[in-house]
């Protein structure tokens, strides 16, 4: 029964990918031109990222920052990150910069529902991930998903894992339903433009100082010992 899920999971992402990206033609073109002429550089980048069982992919998605900018600095980003162009900032609380991954979805690397691909090294060595946190690598990386309308960046990575976890769960007991009630609730959500970027535990920290603080406790919580 699961392989079948999968099936029909696969058939729903390649039947809304492909019409998602013939209606939204226009406002591809329109973005594209937005951001070439709010600065220089290529209007979409691509960025390596983790998907089913720890393969790495390039990820499409709308340039949000200055190009020099794009793949330096910390990895988490929070509000007023002078690394953001003005139309990327427009783009991420809309979170119209996603878009591009229709394509990714229509290649098999990533789904419209399942956990968000993290960087290669964001959770350290994929080796040595716990049973917890590696789990979310049995499915594809998703467009959105259950972490991504229960709080976003808002919440922990922890709390991240957690529901990704429970997706995968849930999946293999109800199949497609569990997807399109994701896809349901994150366009209602899209209009509210909450949980986009992370927020600072202590405000008196830099941009840099708060992202090597999360990212040291993230790859601790991924790497700790499995319960027995």
């Known amino acids: 029964m699961y392989k079948f899920n999968l099936a029909i999971k696969r058939c729903f992402d390649v039947a809304a990918s492909l019409?998602?990206?013939?209606?939204?033609?226009?406002?591809?073109?329109?973005?594209?031109?937005?951001?070439?002429?709010?600065?220089?550089?290529?209007?979409?980048?691509?960025?390596?990222?983790?998907?089913?069982?720890?393969?790495?992919?390039?990820?499409y998605k709308f340039r949000s920052m200055y190009a020099d900018a794009v793949n330096t600095g910390p990895f988490f980003c929070f509000e007023n990150d002078p690394r953001e162009t003005r139309v990327g900032r427009f783009i991420r609380k809309t979170s119209i910069d996603e878009l591009p991954q229709?394509?990714?979805?229509?290649?098999?690397?990533?789904?419209?529902?399942?956990?968000?691909?993290?960087?290669?090294?964001?959770?350290?060595?994929?080796?040595?991930?716990?049973?917890?946190?590696k789990k979310r690598f049995e499915v594809n990386a998703g467009l959105t998903g259950l972490a991504q309308i229960k709080g976003r960046k808002t919440i922990s990575w922890h709390e991240k894992i957690y529901y990704d976890d429970e997706y995968i769960d849930t999946f293999k007991q109800v199949g497609i339903l569990i997807d399109l009630k994701i896809v349901f609730i994150t366009i209602l959500q899209i209009?509210?433009?909450?949980?986009?970027?992370?927020?600072?535990?202590?405000?008196?920290?830099?941009?840099?100082?708060?992202?090597?603080?999360?990212?040291t406790e993230v790859i601790r919580d991924a790497h700790m010992p499995d319960e027995m």
């Open 191 to 215: 209009f509210v433009h909450s949980g986009v970027y992370h927020i600072k535990r202590d405000g008196s920290m830099n941009s840099i100082e708060a992202s090597e603080q999360l990212e």
């Open 19 to 59: 019409i998602l990206l013939v209606l939204l033609f226009p406002l591809f073109l329109l973005v594209i031109a937005a951001i070439k002429l709010d600065s220089r550089g290529p209007a979409i980048f691509k960025q390596e990222r983790r998907t089913k069982d720890g393969k790495i992919f390039q990820m």
């Open 102 to 133: 229709l394509i990714n979805i229509l290649r098999g690397e990533m789904s419209i529902v399942g956990p968000r691909p993290c960087q290669p090294n964001e959770l350290g060595d994929f080796k040595t991930l716990n049973k917890m946190y």
